[in-house]
């Protein structure tokens, strides 16, 4: 076991090209079969050899009694960072929304979630509604199960939600926005000029597939389009498949990755973001039979 200087929380590396005094943490190496272990030894809730984005991608001076020399850390790249989310979704007469919703999240995701293990039943309701979907008014958690995997490093959700007068009806029409749990509104903001270069310092993929029931007295008179947006930054697609006269399926993915881009490619990337944030606002119209 070795003890290993690194800058933390910021995602820096040490200069390698000049002595000198550096670094802002110790965490501890465990050469294992060729292999690196890394552990977090001030936290006592990390999984075993799990570093999240406190220390995680970054040079490290590993200190042995022979002398010093440069590591890396493990690292999260991108589809590593996932969040799957399955739901059932019923909407009712009055616009009100029934939901049941799974939501699984890996890497650092994991590390974005895990900490609501920990809040109490208060604190993590208050959570839901006001930072997690702040969007949604009327949004209250009914029921939830939490399940921290540490061994696999993976965060479970499971929640019975509902919002009221999600939908909004008149004599005829009833219209809801399509992405109830998952809204992408970033967008970066604007510059007439750009002097420095694009940095993404973490990618991440997002899967949303939703089965969403419509109340029977209305009907669904089209489906919206498919649609794909693919850049070098990452991509975007949404999916409708009608199942029966009563339901129809939406699926969402969004990959984001990181990646260190020219100036130029800043109002590329912020056009990129845009046209998701416009897509997450996607409403639907039911007509009544």
């Known amino acids: ?52 984005d406190f220390t995680d991608d970054r040079d ?3 200190v042995t009694p022979e002398g010093g020399f440069i590591k890396r850390t493990a690292s999260y790249k991108d589809e590593i960072n996932l969040q799957t989310s399955t739901a059932t979704i019923n909407l009712t007469e009055k ?11 890996k890497g650092i995701q994991y590390d974005d979630k ?15 509604k006001s930072n997690v979907w702040g969007y949604n008014n009327n949004l209250e958690v009914n029921s939830h199960s939490l399940i921290n995997d540490k061994e696999k490093v993976v965060f479970t959700e499971n929640l019975e939600l509902s919002i009221r007068s999600y939908a909004a009806i008149n004599e005829n029409d009833y219209l809801f926005r399509i992405n ?27 899967e949303d597939a939703y089965v969403i029931n419509i109340p029977a007295s209305y009907q669904l008179e089209y489906i919206p389009a498919d649609k794909k947006i693919a850049t070098k930054f990452g991509q975007y697609t949404i999916s409708f498949k009608k199942i029966n006269e009563t339901s129809f399926s939406y699926k969402k993915t969004i990959l984001i990755k990181e990646g ?5 490619a800043y109002n590329a990337y912020r056009s990129f973001r845009r046209s998701i944030a ?9 007509t009544k039979k």
Request: aromatic letters at 10%; charged letters at 30%.
């Open 1 to 52: 076991m070795k003890h290993n200087i690194v800058y933390a929380e910021e995602k820096r590396n040490l200069d390698t090209n000049f002595a000198s005094i550096q670094g802002n943490h110790a965490i501890l190496n465990i050469p294992n079969k060729g292999e690196d272990i890394w552990l977090e030894c001030t936290s006592q809730t990390k999984p075993f050899g799990f570093l999240g």
């Open 60 to 62: 490290v001076l590993v």
């Open 95 to 105: 616009g009100d929304v029934k939901a049941s919703l799974k939501r699984v999240s």
């Open 180 to 206: 109830i749990f998952n809204k992408e509104s970033f967008v970066p903001k604007r510059y007439r000029t750009r002097n420095l270069p694009l940095k993404i310092s973490r990618g991440y993929k997002d």
């Open 260 to 264: 260190l881009y020219p100036k130029e």
């Open 278 to 286: 416009k897509s997450e606002n996607l409403r639907i119209a039911l």
């Open 114 to 128: 895990s900490y609501l293990d920990n809040l109490t039943e208060q604190e993590l309701i208050k959570t839901y």
